[in-house]
Nanobody
Framework: QVQLVESGGGLVQAGGSLRLSCAASGRTFSNYAMGWFRQAPGKEREFVSAINWSSGNTYYRDSVKGRFTISRDHAKNTVGLQMNSLKPEDTGVYYC???????????WGQGTQVTVSS
C-alpha cells in the first residue's frame, strides 16, 4: 500500500503564498506521477498540477500557470506545491495523489485545507 500525507495548508490573504508538501511512503513503483487536486465547497474535485517522478515533466491547469510550481525531492520522497499570488478562488481542500504506471490516480492523501481571504 501507499501512504500519502499532506501538510502546509492554512489561511492566507489574497496575493499571499503557501507551500504544500506531500510525503509518500510504502509500496514503490518504477513509473509514476504525483499530482495535486483540489475541491472547493459544493464543487467537484479538479486537477491542479502533476509531475512525472522520473522525467520531471510538469503539468498545470490553466488557472494556476505562472503562479503555482510543483517540484519533487527524490531523497525525501516528497512532492511540493509552491503557490504564489493566491486568489480566493484557490480556496479548497488540496489532495495529493499518486498515479502508478499511468493507471490513474488510485492513491490519495487525506487532504489539507487552503483558505484564501479577499
Amino acid at each position: 500500500q501507499v501512504q500519502l500525507v499532506e501538510s502546509g495548508g492554512g489561511l492566507v490573504q489574497a496575493g499571499g503564498s503557501l507551500r504544500l508538501s506531500c510525503a509518500a511512503s510504502g509500496r514503490t513503483f518504477s513509473n509514476y506521477a504525483m499530482g495535486w487536486f483540489r475541491q472547493a465547497p459544493g464543487k467537484e474535485r479538479e486537477f491542479v498540477s502533476a509531475i512525472n517522478w522520473s522525467s520531471g515533466n510538469t503539468y498545470y491547469r490553466d488557472s494556476v500557470k505562472g503562479r503555482f510550481t510543483i517540484s519533487r525531492d527524490h531523497a525525501k520522497n516528497t512532492v511540493g506545491l509552491q503557490m504564489n499570488s493566491l486568489k480566493p478562488e484557490d480556496t479548497g481542500v488540496y489532495y495529493c495523489a499518486l498515479n502508478a504506471a499511468n493507471k490513474g490516480y488510485d492513491y490519495w492523501g487525506q487532504g489539507t485545507q487552503v483558505t484564501v481571504s479577499s
